[in-house]
């Protein structure tokens, strides 16, 4: 028995996990994957929003912008790439024009700090890059880039340190509550609980529907992205989007946290919320706008391409609140943009509701909300370098040539407490595999590493989940 | 700071044949720098024949290939760091590397030799849709899990790409017990060796299937199947041409990319055809006493121009450490034209010595019955009768430096 069980580990069930483990409550979080970010925070855009698109009184816009006023806090304690960019909305055509003039007003409305509307040679300054057709911008100085999974896996991790515990591929197949105890059926067994706290992102509905609430339907829908080599990073300084229109959101092009260019995404309502598909037609769709913003797009500098799944929520807005058909069950559900922004918000909102069922609890008397600093070896100066070496010297030794990710790091992310147990956790973590040769060099290395560190042979090292084995057996000779 | 002659980049048969024809030239104070923990390069899991028929005029594995030269490096007493990465290479020759012994070292050379070889290209440079299972892997990387682990990288499998290491690995897999069920390549002609489509595909009923792409991947978590498809001449899939093949991988072997990330950022220009450095004939790019040779500078067929273009390297590094390079009375360019897709060197510099000097270059299409030329001014100064031009294979032109009268040379197919 816990007292609280959290159901999934993305950004949002990782930060609620985070706020509440500095209280003296057990807790465990609950993921049908293998590892955390792998469902909409590992594949998003990655953007810290100013906050202007939301409408204003919305929870949405609450929360994202004491979300975006935290973030570079939350990200110098988690240890997170973090980089205030700014951002800008462009406009070509009066319609545009007026629909920037609205965000601005939303946007002041809300107290955003540092929001102007600008002309096209302030903005051809800003971007010298962009398309000479742009008539004006918005510009929010206030808007970030970080890595959305390191954001996730970091906030977890924290929690776990401060004694949360993990519990990988645990799929929550029912609840049932007697009296006020609530047993989450899993599908490696019951877990039972005092509270429930529903962060399932795409099946935060059906994870609901188990406790009877049928109050809210989460509808899927993918956006797919175009990542290009570092080379092509410089491209733009900004975030930049393009102005909402009848056709659509536009897509956004901007640099990401670790130096590539990311272009998307597009937006397509789908029928099967695990599928994480590319097209080629959304591929085309996301490059042919993008040249819209900007005609230097160089497609064959791509580096790989990936699609995201939105859980959007039928009515629109977040919902953050106890469920009203059962007590002690708490939604957090329909977190699409702007989630990533707003979950550090989230989190200490959710520890205040949780605060307000149980009565008062008292924090624990050792709890940290900070990670020790750690810089990549690839960001270290010629000293750091030096000194990491001599302190560990498989600091020296270099895995992942295209981001020179050193054996020491991977080991580390290996062992850290929620740690890298995959390919793509050791990729998320470390960023090993995820430069231009995509793994080509490093995969035999960091599959060596794992099974040494994990002790298990090499052929049942996985890229992700149960069943994506790499290799299949041992040679004949 | 240490300081060397020398430095040569990387321990395949390129910075191999550098080092000891470089030793052989009376450099004693040389060392190659390898960041595996072997000395050998790709060569080290290329456990097929082929290899060493030119320049050992016997056939070889490649791995009896590597032999050869490291135990020349071992008899010579070359030095050479193992598992040690090159970092980064500045414009002053400065080397900066890591390793698990040393440190953080940073070296300093008169010369520096550039073989660090090339990648491969992976999916996501292709974009290629569908799903992201495991089971999505370059040829090479499958090759090194078989012939260096000892694991077989799955059961059934299409090939995208019809490159020597594709071909190679359809055969090593299918004598694995792999199933292999298509190779398919996007151009009308093969990308591999004449040679390898020969023994690697029709001896073992492979089909090739030419003008075909994988248009989608299937499978969550590990491939289940691709869907290929027909493509026109612009490479547009044919709608009706689509089929569905079962497989658990899927191997790519869709080019090779010389790993220049030293090369340009220590300043030197690259050129974005060969995806190399630009070099004159003495192989020399455009920092002064750095070279290029093997697959670092453009991709080569056969192992064995892959060590003449070393040796040629550290030639000229030799006479650059010695002080004895000729002087330079003016740079003269090279230019692919007509039916050409690359050339190299890219320039020619003409000094007071008149000479022969040897241009690669690799056609655009298949030619049968053509001549080459290198002309000046509108003027032709060579000409060279082939019985036919392949994409795959390599060729030159040999032009004489007192021919040219103008500052630009151009290569083209005479059709
Ligand atoms: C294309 C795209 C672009 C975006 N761009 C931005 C942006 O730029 N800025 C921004 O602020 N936001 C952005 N967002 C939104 C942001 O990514 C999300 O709001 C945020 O990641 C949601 O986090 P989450 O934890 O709710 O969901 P998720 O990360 O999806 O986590 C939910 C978790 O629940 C688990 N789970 C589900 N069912 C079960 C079960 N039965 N048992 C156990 N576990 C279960 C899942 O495995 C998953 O790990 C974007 C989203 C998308 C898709
Ligand atoms: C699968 C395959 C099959 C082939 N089959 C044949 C055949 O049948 N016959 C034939 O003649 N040829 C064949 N070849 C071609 C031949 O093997 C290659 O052309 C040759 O190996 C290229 O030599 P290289 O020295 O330029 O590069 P490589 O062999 O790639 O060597 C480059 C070396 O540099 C090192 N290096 C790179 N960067 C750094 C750095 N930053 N720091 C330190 N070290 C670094 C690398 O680790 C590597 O050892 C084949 C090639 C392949 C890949």
């Known amino acids: 028995m816990v007292d609280i069980v959290i159901i999934g580990a993305g950004v949002i069930g990782s930060f609620v ?26 594949a998003n855009s990655g953007i810290i929003h100013a906050g202007y698109d939301a409408i204003p009184g919305t929870l949405k816009a609450k929360f994202n912008i004491e979300g975006s006023d935290m973030m570079e806090k939350t990200c110098e304690e988690l240890n997170v790439p973090y980089k205030k960019t700014g951002s800008l909305v462009i406009a070509f055509n009066d319609e545009e024009i007026s629909k920037i003039q609205e965000m601005y007003d939303h946007g002041t409305k809300e107290g955003i700090r540092d929001m102007s509307l600008i002309s096209k040679e302030q903005v051809l300054t800003l971007e010298p890059n962009l398309s000479p057709e742009i008539k004006g911008a918005l510009l929010a100085k206030t808007a970030a880039i970080v890595s959305p999974y390191k954001l996730n896996i970091n906030a977890l991790e924290n929690a776990v340190r401060n004694g949360v515990e993990f519990l990988r591929e645990h799929t929550v197949l029912g609840i049932k509550k007697e009296k006020e105890v609530f047993s989450v059926i899993t599908d490696k067994g019951t877990l039972t609980c005092r509270m429930v706290i529903n962060c399932a992102g795409l099946y935060a509905d059906e994870i609901a529907r188990m406790v009877g609430d049928d109050s809210f339907k989460i509808i899927p829908r993918s956006g797919e992205y175009i990542l290009l080599d ?3 990073g410089t491209l733009v300084n900004h975030v930049v989007f393009q102005a909402p229109t009848m056709e659509g959101k536009g897509v956004l092009i901007t640099s990401t946290v670790d130096g590539n260019l990311l272009i998307g995404p597009d937006a397509k309502e789908i029928k099967d919320k695990d599928e994480r598909d590319t097209h080629r037609s959304s591929i085309d769709y996301v490059y042919k706008k993008g040249l819209q913003t900007t005609d230097k797009l160089l497609l064959h500098k791509s580096v790989t391409i990936f699609t995201g799944v939105r859980a959007t929520p039928d009515k629109g807005d977040f919902i953050i609140e106890e ?11 329909g977190i699409e943009s702007p989630g990533l922004s707003s979950a550090p918000a989230i989190g200490n909102h959710v520890a205040l509701i949780v605060k307000s069922i149980i009565g008062d609890i008292s924090e624990k008397e050792n709890y940290s909300m900070t990670l020790e600093k750690k810089k990549y070896f690839s960001e270290m100066n010629e000293e750091e370098k030096k000194e990491a070496i001599l302190k560990n010297p498989l600091y020296g030794k270099i895995i992942c040539r295209c981001e020179s990710v050193t054996e020491g790091e991977i080991i580390d992310s290996i062992h850290q407490k929620a740690g890298a147990v995959t390919i793509d956790g050791v990729k998320r973590r470390t960023r090993a595999g995820m430069g231009r040769c995509q793994g080509g060099f490093c995969l035999p290395h960091v599959m060596d590493i794992l099974s040494r560190e994990l002790k298990v042979d090499k052929d049942k090292i996985q890229k992700g989940d149960e069943g994506s084995y790499i290799l299949t057996g041992r040679t004949r000779q | 700071m240490i300081y060397h002659e020398l430095i040569i980049i990387g321990g395949g048969p390129a910075g191999m044949a550098a080092a000891v024809t470089a030793r052989e030239r009376g450099i004693s104070d040389l060392l190659i720098i390898e960041r595996e923990n072997m000395l050998g390069g790709i060569l080290k899991q290329c456990i097929h024949n082929g290899f060493g028929l030119h320049y050992f005029s016997e056939e070889l594995t490649g791995s009896e290939y590597a032999a050869k030269f490291v135990d020349k490096i071992d008899e010579l007493k070359i030095s050479y760091k193992l598992n040690t990465m090159v970092l980064s290479v500045d414009g002053n020759k400065m080397v900066y590397t890591s390793n698990e012994e040393d440190g953080y070292v940073i070296y300093k050379a008169k010369a520096i030799i550039l073989a660090m070889g090339c990648r491969e290209r992976p999916r996501g440079n292709l974009r290629i849709p569908g799903s992201n299972p495991s089971g999505v892997l370059t040829a090479g990387t499958a090759q090194r899990f078989v012939n260096i682990d000892g694991y077989l990288p799955g059961t059934s499998c299409v090939i995208l790409g019809s490159g020597d290491i594709g071909l190679i690995m359809a055969r090593r897999l299918t004598l694995e017990g792999v199933k292999v069920k298509a190779v398919c390549e996007i151009m009308p002609h093969p990308g591999g060796l004449v040679r390898n489509i020969e023994q690697c595909l029709n001896d073992y009923d492979i089909p090739l299937k030419l003008s075909h792409t994988v248009f989608s991947i299937h499978g969550k978590k590990r491939v289940e199947g691709v869907t290929i498809a027909m493509v026109d001449e612009h490479f547009n899939i044919i709608e009706n041409t689509k089929e569905y093949i079962a497989c658990d991988t899927l191997l790519l072997s869709v080019g090779l990319i010389p790993e220049n990330e030293l090369t340009f950022a220590m300043g030197a220009k690259i050129d974005s055809v060969t995806n190399g450095a630009f070099v004159n004939q003495n192989l020399e790019t455009s920092v002064e ?53 690359y050339v190299m060197p890219q320039y020619i510099d003409i000094t007071e010595e008149e000479e022969v000097v040897r241009v690669y270059f690799r056609s655009r299409k298949v030619f049968k019955e053509v001549s080459t030329f290198a002309s000046c001014d509108d003027v032709w100064i060579s000409k060279r009768r082939h019985l036919r031009l392949l994409p795959a294979e390599m060729e030159f032109i040999e032009v004489n430096t007192n021919d040219i009268k103008d500052d630009t040379v151009y290569i083209g197919v005479d059709a």
């Open chain 1, 17 to 42: 996990a985070r706020s509440l483990s500095k209280y003296q409550l057990s807790i465990c979080v609950t993921d049908r994957h293998i590892d955390a970010a792998m469902g909409a925070s590992g």
């Open chain 1, 230 to 232: 570092k080379s092509e």
């Open chain 1, 323 to 333: 469920s009203r058909y059962c007590k002690g069950f708490i939604n957090v559900a």
């Open chain 2, 289 to 341: 006493g750095v070279f290029s040779c093997g697959n670092v500078l453009h991709v080569h067929d056969l192992v064995d121009y892959v060590t003449l273009e070393g040796i040629k390297a550290a030639e000229h590094a030799v006479e650059h450490i010695k002080n004895n390079a000729l002087k330079t009375i003016r740079r003269v360019t090279v230019v692919a034209a007509a039916g050409i897709r």
